[in-house]
């Protein structure tokens, strides 16, 4: 790999790490409905204010040995976990895409969806404030990626929010009780917008090939309770990374074992 593209790749990586610690901020305060912006971060057990110095992605985690400066309290270490997945996706991103306006596009899809996952991990819900605006910005970006079509971004919008709403259609009449919440049919649209109509089933298949490989283990251990709730955002936010960096060749791959 050539030096200079390594040099990017570090410098994409502090960028996506500084971005992923406030993306921090984002998970801890949207479910709360509290301002991103204000105030400061600071303790959740003593409120003492973070300085510049202690809030360096990584590296302060790391100096501070995972504790508050001022009460000594115990740091969760999915921070610097958050800082890091944000880095290494960044750095993914910029390695795919280079110097190009796609590049940006998913910039902000990638950051989108990190903090989609960890807030539905968290309280099970994905919030209209990003999945609503993702989806007019996922559209607006089609017309800055070559191979998403603005038309190929509004089919997208359509059959992602539309296929899932008649799986929980379908599943809510078939069982009597709702099995996936609205906030997974806007995702998927959000999806639809950012890749296009092609990236609709395979993203579904995806995100159900990887649920039932963690769920059915998980319901076992739960002595077979089917009633758990295992939110379904986490997966389709993997399988939409796993599209959009390895679509093509995953596809390519299966159309070659069909001859």
């Known amino acids: 790999m050539p030096p200079e593209v390594i040099f990017f790749l570090i410098i994409s990586f502090i960028l996506g790490a500084v971005v992923g610690s406030f993306l921090n901020v984002c998970i801890y ?67 795919s895409f280079g110097f190009s306006a796609a590049t940006i596009v998913y910039l902000i899809f990638v950051a989108a969806l990190v903090v989609i996952t960890f807030i539905d991990l968290d309280h099970q819900i994905i919030p209209d404030v990003i999945s609503l605006p993702g989806i007019l910005v996922g559209f607006a970006g089609s017309f800055f990626v070559p191979w998403v079509t603005w038309y190929s971004s509004i089919i997208g919008i359509l059959l992602g929010g539309g296929s899932l709403l008649a799986v929980a259609w379908g ?6 009780r709702e099995g996936m919440g609205g906030g997974d049919i806007k995702l998927l649209a959000m999806f639809g917008a950012f890749l296009g109509w092609q990236a609709v089933f395979p993203v579904i298949f995806l995100a159900s090939l ?10 076992l251990a ?36 069909l001859g």
């Open 29 to 95: 305060r949207i479910p709360a409905e509290k301002s991103i912006v204000s105030p400061p971060s600071s303790c959740p057990a003593c409120g003492h204010q973070i300085r510049w110095f202690e809030n360096i992605p990584i590296v302060s985690y790391l100096l501070l040995r995972g504790h508050c400066s001022a009460c000594r309290i115990k740091i969760s270490p999915r921070y610097p976990a958050v800082e890091a997945l944000t880095g290494v996706l960044f750095a993914l991103t910029f390695y």
């Open 171 to 176: 599943y809510e009449k078939l069982t009597g």
């Open 222 to 257: 739960q002595k077979g309770d089917t009633r758990l709730a295992i939110p379904f955002g986490p997966f389709l936010a993997v399988a939409a990374m796993i599209y959009l960096f390895w679509g093509q060749m995953l596809i390519g791959w299966y159309l070659g074992l």
């Open 210 to 219: 990887a649920g039932t490989l963690v769920g059915v283990p998980f319901m």
